[in-house]
Each structure stands twice: as structure tokens, then as C-alpha cells.
């Protein structure tokens, strides 16, 4: 595997599910990011972390918690969703998390039911 | 607050012709980054090119060039001799140079290209 990659590519849950989203990059990078893109409207960054450590969490509502355990994974655990919440959540990370390239995952597909 | 807009939802161009995607920032800081990415249908966000702010230099990648007017808060992205590969949405993004968790997306521009 190369770059950065997202699992599930695709996912359908229950408002009351819990499930989590994994990110994998096999690049080196000691910064990972969370993005949400929905329909018609800008791409959204929801978290930062750096060297594992969570830099900011842009007021993203708690029913999303992400984990890093190292610098190469980064989790959103999920639960208790709405059905605005369906979404393409996009993972990515760069080199340090002052650098300007982002590497994108191809996302997960969210949809809550 | 900073916001990044696209004013061209969609643009279509011929194959070997030029295009230019528009994007225009707000912003009170005077050192930051501006990008353009490109997302092509079921495929990966990649970056097209970037520009410092504090560059006054137009960023040029191969067939993409950027005209940057920091007083104008102007960004635009030429695509020269375009190529049907091309074909995708398009983002202009904003990062703070002081706040890492700063990052603005525009709505996007989905470009066309017809042989």
C-alpha cells in the first residue's frame, strides 16, 4: 500500500450504530488530518493532529472522536450520528503539520440511516 | 472570518484550449497559503499548485499558473492546453501561516473538458 488509505471505502449506519473510520498513510508524515466534504458545500477540516497529539478540534460536535495512536493511524470513532452527518470523510497528512502538502485518501462514504 | 469563494460552480473548455477558474479569499493576516487542488471523478484530492502570499512571484506548475493579487485577494488558476486527464473539481484553499488548524476549502468548480 502506498500513499494514504481509508477503510471502509463505503459505509450505511443506524443513528444508534457506533462504528469507526480507520486512515492508514505510509508516507513518514508526522500530521494527520480530518476533512468532512458534503454535497454543496466547502470541504471541512475537523481535526488536526500532530506528532499524535490533537492540535485543534474546529467545534466538531462530540459524537465524533477521533484517536491517533501513532503518527501512521488515525481513527473517527462514530456514534449516536444524524442524517446530516452523512458525508465523504476525507483523510489526509503531510510531512509536519506546518507543511503545505496535504495527501489525500480517497475517503469513506457515509451515509446515516 | 477567512472564507474562500468560487464563483464558477462549473466551466467547460475545449481540449487544447486554456481555461481560467476563479477564486477569491477574505482575510485580515498578511502571511498565509493559498492552493489549488484538483479531485477527479472517484479518485484522490491532489494538490495542483500553491502559492506563498508573501511570494509575489505567480506560482507556474507545467500547464497550471496561478495570477495572485494579494491586494485584490484574487486568486485564480490558468489550465493551459487542456488535456481531456483534466477533467475534475477543482478547490481553492486558504491556510493560515499562524494557525495550522486554519484551512478554508472553496465550494469548488467542476471543469468540462470536450474533445
Not at chain 1, 498513510?25 to 470541504?43: E, F, V
Not at chain 1, 497529539?53 to 467545534?59: A, G, L, M, P, Y
Request: with cysteine; proline share 5%; hydrophobic share 30%.
Amino acid at each position: 500500500e502506498t500513499g494514504v488509505t481509508q477503510t471502509p471505502r463505503h459505509l450505511v449506519m443506524g443513528m444508534t450504530n457506533k462504528k469507526s473510520l480507520k486512515c492508514e498513510q505510509h508516507l513518514g508524515h508526522n500530521a494527520m488530518y480530518w476533512y468532512k466534504q458534503s454535497a454543496k458545500k466547502p470541504l471541512e477540516l475537523m481535526f488536526v493532529y500532530s506528532l499524535e497529539e490533537r492540535v485543534e478540534n474546529n467545534s466538531v460536535p462530540s459524537r465524533f472522536s477521533p484517536e491517533c495512536p501513532n503518527s501512521s493511524h488515525l481513527f473517527l470513532h462514530l456514534h449516536t450520528l444524524q442524517p446530516e452527518d452523512s458525508a465523504l470523510y476525507l483523510c489526509a497528512s503531510s510531512a509536519q503539520a506546518s507543511s503545505y502538502e496535504q495527501y489525500f485518501g480517497p475517503g469513506t462514504r457515509l451515509t446515516v440511516t | 472570518a477567512q472564507t474562500v469563494t468560487q464563483s464558477q460552480p462549473e466551466m467547460s473548455v475545449q481540449e487544447a484550449e486554456t481555461v481560467t477558474l476563479s477564486c477569491t479569499y477574505d482575510t485580515s493576516e498578511s502571511d498565509y497559503y493559498l492552493f489549488w487542488y484538483k479531485q477527479p471523478p472517484s479518485r484522490q484530492m491532489i494538490l495542483v499548485i500553491r502559492q506563498e502570499a508573501y511570494k509575489q512571484q505567480n506560482a507556474t506548475e507545467n500547464r497550471f499558473s496561478v495570477n495572485f493579487q494579494k491586494a485584490a485577494k484574487s486568486f485564480s488558476l490558468k489550465i493551459s492546453d487542456s488535456q481531456l486527464g483534466d477533467a475534475a473539481m477543482y478547490f481553492c484553499a486558504y491556510r493560515s501561516a499562524l494557525l495550522i488548524q486554519d484551512m478554508r476549502f472553496g465550494a469548488g468548480t467542476r471543469l468540462t473538458v470536450k474533445p
